[in-house]
């Protein structure tokens, strides 16, 4: 029995599918690089904005379903103020 494997719109063989991948991984990048981020208000240090959206979607659970990290990192660059209520900052200690 053949498995097949939903590569974007596409049904591959499992088989082919792993042959293509093993091929294409030796030229991937080496990966996002994750700074870290913190709370101007209460200090607190996170290894990325992942992280700290988790964090405040936790806080205000009752205002925010999900954070978006993005936001977070907007703030971080000066493009935004704040973001869900407080002030961000990329750690660079």
Known sequence: MIKNVLMGNYKVEEKQF???KD??????SIG???KNVRCVETGQI???AKQA?????EIRENF?????????KQC??????????????????
Do not use: A
């Open 18 to 20: 792993n042959r293509i």
């Open 23 to 28: 091929r294409v991984e030796k030229y991937r």
């Open 32 to 34: 996002h690089i994750c």
């Open 46 to 48: 996170f290894e990325n």
């Open 53 to 57: 959206s988790r964090w405040v979607s």
């Open 64 to 72: 925010y379903n999900c954070c978006d990290p993005d936001l977070i």
């Open 76 to 93: 971080c660059r000066g493009k935004q103020k704040t973001s869900y209520g407080y002030h961000w900052e990329f750690v660079t200690e």
